[in-house]
Each structure stands twice: as C-alpha cells, then as structure tokens.
C-alpha cells in the first residue's frame, strides 16, 4: 500500500508479510456486513490490531537508535507512523462496521479499538529495545502487551494503566540508550 508511512520500514515489512491475511479478514468483514453480522466485522479488526504489534517483535540492533537524531525523534516517528498506519489500514473495516450499525457504540468501539492499538504499537516498538533476547520478547507480550490490548478494547478505563505501562517503558529505554546520543 503505497499510503503506509514509508519511515517505518518495520510495519511495511510486516504489511508485506500479512497482506493476504489482511486480504482474507477485509473479506470475512464484508461478508459479515451483507449477512448483517456485526460481530465478525468487530473480530476481524480486533485480529488485525493484534497483527499489526507483531511488526516490532524484531530484535534489533543496537545501533539502530542512532539513525535518529534524538530519542525524541524516535518517538515522534514511532507515533506518528502508528497513527497512520493504524488509521489506513482499519479505515476499511471501520466504514463496513459502519455501513451495518450507526450508532454511538460502534463510534465508541472504534475509538477504543485505535487507541488501544496505538498504545499497543507504542508499547511493542518500546519492548523490542528492552526484551532484547526473543524468547524474552515473546513471554512478555503474552503476559502484558497483548492482554491489556485486548482489555483495554472492552474496557477503555484500562488505557490508562496502559499509557502509564508505555511512559515507564518509554523512560527505562531513554535512560537505557541515553549514551547514544551523548
């Protein structure tokens, strides 16, 4: 998809690798819009807030950080390609939910669907640089990212031990990697 923020090299890979996947849950969301089937148009963009975490399950290098001006920069990019990404890609199950029911829960499940996402995104882009080892990486985002996300969606009150989660995360890596851009 040519709209993907083309800085995140790590989502586009993912992207690439998922594509009929994403192909196979836009179907199964149409199909649930003409059987007037609500419900499967809400699992499938559940399945796919899930997916797109998995883009920053690499471990990477150290000296990947320093590509980046500051670790500032580095956030703003991380957001900022979070939210358009999320934004592009669940665009097209968010207007079949939407052709099916009109009213201020599904605007609500939506709302709560691409926030918990983006704090997901946020979160996974901030573990790969603590959880270097995979195994590590993979145990932790059974036990904390991936349960709050899914929390989180029904429940939009636990956004806030998830921002909370993301920001102590967020401060452990800047004083982590501080010495990359001293």
């Known amino acids: 998809m040519p709209l993907l923020y083309s800085g995140d ?6 992207f690439r690798k998922q594509v009929s996947l994403y192909a196979v849950l836009l179907f199964l969301a149409f199909m649930g819009v003409l059987h007037d089937n609500v419900n499967l148009c809400k699992v499938c963009l559940i399945l796919w807030g899930a997916i797109q975490g998995t883009a920053y399950m690499v471990t990477p290098q150290k000296h990947e950080l320093s590509v980046y001006n500051s670790f500032g920069m580095y956030q703003l990019i991380l957001v900022k390609s979070g939210l358009r990404n999320i934004f592009i890609t669940m665009f097209p199950f968010i207007v079949l939910m939407l052709m099916l029911i009109h009213d201020s829960e599904a605007i609500l499940f939506c ?67 501080k010495h990359i851009w001293n």
């Open 9 to 14: 090299l790590l989502y586009r890979r993912m």
């Open 111 to 177: 709302l709560a669907l691409f926030s918990s996402t983006l704090f997901y995104q946020w979160n996974m882009g901030m573990a790969r640089f603590s959880f270097e080892p995979q195994t590590v990486m993979g145990i932790y985002w059974l036990l904390f990212p991936l349960p709050l996300f899914l929390v989180s969606i029904m429940n939009p009150v636990v956004l806030i031990p998830y921002l909370a989660l993301n920001i102590g995360l967020t401060l452990s890596v800047k004083k982590k990697y």
